[in-house]
């Protein structure tokens, strides 16, 4: 089933995490929404599953989003089905950490084609497609500021996110779509979790001055924030939601 008088997000990477929390609430903020995932199909499953429990319309649609062409075919599938995209969540990512000096080329070529490739191949598709009035909102992530060790290659695949973030805000001038960027702290998500000691992570949840992991809903609600009405007048800006840290 379908609702093509609602408007209707696409959230990339929304079968786990961060992403599956923006999903099920923009669902229930009233939006249609296009859960994209790279593989998982029983947890792209689930999060639909749960969004039409909930009384919520979505659908999941499967996508490499370092593929230029199954990006424009997500849009298609997304077009076809509710009639067009108003709101572009670029979540999905992956995240590999090393110094630079221990650094393969394998795992620069896959970060770079996942969250920064990945990212450009939605957001050309979406300056292309999106609605007038819609709202785009990609990841970076707060080691663009904190700037830890082994972070190099991924904080810099978000920087360069943050800077299309900006660039791209200006270049829709005219259609009254907003560009923003969500950049976590620390966070609850196996993508942060994966390889961490328990010290490490207390340590880590320790350093902003709320003393704690961000959660995916805490993620979710500043997504939320820019995507409705409330967000209007936020545009070319990247919100750091990291509790305080930096």
Known sequence: M??????????TGASRGIGAAIAKR?????FNVVVNYAGNDSE?????????TSGGTALAHKADIS????????FERAEQAFGGVDIV??????????????????????QIAV????????????????????????????VVGLKLETYGVYAATKAAVETMTAILAKELRGRDITVN?????????????????????AKMAKMN????????????????FLAGPDGGWINGQTIRANGGMV
């Open 115 to 142: 969250n920064l490739k990945g990212t450009f191949n939605t957001l050309r598709e979406a300056a292309r497609r999106l609605k007038t009035g819609g709202r785009i909102v990609n990841f970076s992530t707060s």
């Open 209 to 224: 001055p709320l003393e704690r992991l961000g959660t995916p809903e805490d993620i979710a609600a500043a997504v939320a």
């Open 44 to 52: 792209a499953a689930k999060v639909v599953e749960a969004i039409s």
């Open 26 to 30: 923009l669902a229930a903020d009233g």
């Open 2 to 11: 379908t609702d093509a008088s609602k408007k209707t997000a696409l959230i």
């Open 181 to 201: 960027a969500v950049a976590p702290g620390p966070t609850a998500t196996d993508l942060f979790l994966d390889g961490k000691s328990d010290e490490l992570v």
């Open 89 to 110: 969540v670029n979540n999905a990512g992956i995240m590999s950490l090393a110094s630079l000096s221990e650094s393969s080329d394998a795992l620069f070529d896959r």
């Open 67 to 74: 593929d230029p062409a199954a990006v424009a075919l997500m």
